[in-house]
Every structure is written in structure tokens, then in C-alpha cells.
């Protein structure tokens, strides 16, 4: 999701790609992370079974994985608004393009969220005020009934080690060409710790698209995942930077 070609002491990445093509590239990674993430979790939730846990969190890796090895030579592969801003605070990029990649992000997964939404009208068992789209809550909200401390703590946390693992998996002295599967195993680890808390998001534009299409509750708890992912990707990409980002003394 960070760039593969990323420096430890550089303090920013450039890219030889004009903007308008890293926005692109930004939209299509976002699209297809939410394209693969939450349509596993609605489309597999059938009468005749789904994939569970595991699949679902699979899936959230696998669409990661695929598109940084696809699109991150281009953008950086962030997906994320809380990525975006996390390797800002690593120094990894720079401020004056979170706002254009942000937007990109969240255009990318609404209608991502569009198109899951679109295929799912077509089941006859589907009404998106029982199955809804994969949108993230807390209390009424959360698959399991965690309320909003349990929630903020691991968003937050986990946004923190998700952005640390990114950073490290993408510094000069990694094996670069790894670094997409690792951020996409880390990806898959950190929704099967909160799928049962939050539905996980850890990305406020993966948030976004699904919750402004079902409404309601899911519009009032955004809020959460907006400022948990933001706060723990600024701490994490700070946290990597500071503490390992030096090469040895």
C-alpha cells in the first residue's frame, strides 16, 4: 500500500507519474478493495451459506495484496485515507496530496460500495436494512455488541500497527518485493482481531462508501471511523519514523 520503491531516509517519495494518474490509481485500489472486501461479506451472506470469518478477512488481504503489486509502482498503493496520512507522518509523503488522494479514495469506494450494492438488489432474500452493505458500528452497530471504548481502542491501535507494519515493510532495508503480501497478511490479521468488533475498517473511505448508501445508524457512528483510523495512522507512521526509522548506528 505504501510505495515499494520507498526510502528510509528520504523524506518524502516522489513518483514519476503525474497526479491525475496517481488519483486514478488511487480510485481503482480503493474501488477494488471495497469491490472485494465487502462484497465477500454481502454477496457470501446467503441462505445457503457464506465464507465466515476467515474468508471474509481473506478477502480484505487478498484485495490489498493484489492491488499494491498492481497499482502501488504508480500511487503509492495507499487506499487509505489513514494511510495516506500516516506516511505523511513518517515523512513518506507529502501534505499537500492528502486531500487530492482522500478524495480519490472516497470516490473509489462509494462506488465500489455502488456496485456491491447493485449486484445484491438482485437476490431475492437481500434488503439492505437486515444484510446492509459491510458498514462499520459500534454498540447496536458491532457484530458483536462492543461498545464505543472497545471500538475506539482498536481502531485506533490497529490503524497504529497497521501503518508501523507498512512503514517497515516498505523501508529500503526490506525485502521490497514482499512488502504487498506482507501489508496484505497484516491486513488479514487485523480483521480477524475486530470484524466482531467494529465489522473493521481501519480506512475511513472503506467506512464512507458502504455508510452513505445504507444511512441511519451507520452515518451517525461514522464519525468514529474517521477519527480512530486518522489519529492511529498519524501515531503509527510517527511511532515508525522516530523510533525505527534510522538505519543502524
Known sequence: MATIHAEAQRTEVTSPYPLTTRLAAEALGTFWLVLGGCGTAVLGSSPAGGPGLLGIALAFGLTVATAAYALGPISGGHFN??????????????????????????????????????????APYYEVDLQGLAQNGYGPGSPGGFGLSGALIAETVLTAGFLIVIAGATDARAVKDLAPLCIGLTLTLIHLISIPVTNTSVNPARSTGPALLVGGLAIQQLWLFWVAPLVGGLAGGAIYRFAFGRGPR
Open 81 to 122: 485515507p489513514a494511510v495516506s496520512v500516516g506516511l505523511w507522518s513518517a515523512g513518506r509523503f507529502s501534505g499537500r496530496e492528502i486531500l487530492p488522494y482522500g478524495v480519490a479514495q472516497l470516490l473509489g469506494a462509494f462506488v465500489g460500495a455502488c456496485v456491491v450494492f447493485a449486484i445484491a438488489t438482485a
